[in-house]
């Protein structure tokens, strides 16, 4: 059953996508040859970027990629108004202690389908005519997180590296990028040429590289669902135990108390036909 289900859902997106596709076409060739507008502009996207990202792996097996991306810089506090995919930018506030502007740098859907791999949230905080860039990164999973990332200008530049205990510094990624030169505002149609099948390239890296992982035989992890039904209550004293970040506070016990947030961070189920799979067969695929 499981993988009809995929197959069924690989060819949905594949005809979705190429109606979609025809569609956005016609619509950029009735632009072309007519004065008439065709699509609105979006008000929040501030800039478009477009660079490389760069995935290395050193342990269990060493793998390393690198692939095109292009990101978008939106603002969450300009309509549209942000998706409940993602923060919207009271939560961001709320969560990083801060009072001024929220940009969110991410890939945007595409031709119905989404995949952004990594959200950046800048945080600012403004105190008289300086802008603070507030930036933590929780940790788990045995790793020490650690992540650089530059304010969005002509270039950017972000890199996170993961280090564990016994296999050291086992996972790095990169994102270097150039401010694309496009007038601002965009229309609907514009931004969707300029990220077509963006995210569509970014799933298909990533379950590629997945396969050459499970051909070098890296194991393969069940969910948590499968063995430990009650896996999300247990996790809530460890989401409990990672409400304080010191980047906004003091190390001490009282300073934790203090600085402690509600957090809004939730479980979502997976969509379909992703929660189907997940609970019939109890794995991620």
């Known amino acids: 059953m499981t993988p009809l289900f995929v197959l069924c859902y690989i060819i949905y997106t594949a ?20 004065s008439a507008r065709t699509s609105e502009e979006i008000g929040n996207v501030i800039a478009l970027y477009e660079g490389t990202v760069y995935h290395e792996r050193r342990h269990p097996a060493c793998n390393a990629f690198r692939f095109p991306a292009r990101y978008a810089l939106i603002d969450l506090d300009r309509p549209p108004y942000s998706r409940p995919n993602y923060l919207s930018a009271d939560d961001a506030r709320r969560t990083a202690k801060t009072n001024g502007p929220v940009h969110l740098l991410r890939i945007p859907t595409s031709l119905g389908y989404e995949r952004s791999p990594v959200n950046y949230y800048y945080c600012y905080e403004i105190e008289g005519s300086t802008k603070i860039l507030k930036k933590c990164l929780v940790e788990d999973m045995l790793g020490s997180w650690r992540l650089k990332v530059s304010e969005p200008g002509e270039n950017l530049f972000a ?20 401010k694309v030169a496009t007038p601002m505002p ?20 990533a379950y590629w590289n997945a396969a050459k992982l499970w051909w070098k035989n890296v194991p393969f992890f069940d969910h948590p669902r499968k063995e430990n039904p009650s896996y999300r209550d247990e996790a809530i004293p460890l989401d409990e135990k990672m409400q304080f970040c010191p980047i906004f506070g003091g190390n001490n016990s009282k300073a934790r108390c203090e600085e402690r947030i509600d957090r809004c961070f939730t479980w979502k189920d997976a969509k379909r036909p992703w929660s189907y799979l997940i609970s019939y067969t109890g794995k991620i695929l």
Do not use: K, N
């Not at 969707?192 to 890296?205: G, T």
């Open 186 to 205: 965009i229309s609907s149609d514009d931004l969707e040429a300029f990220f077509w099948l963006m995210p569509h390239r970014v799933s298909i890296m």
């Open 15 to 34: 005809i979705t996508s190429t109606v979609l596709s025809l569609l956005l076409g016609l619509r950029l060739l009735l632009r072309r040859f007519s």
């Open 159 to 178: 890199f996170i590296a993961v280090e564990h205990p016994q296999l050291g510094t086992y996972f790095r990624a990169s994102f270097t990028a150039t």
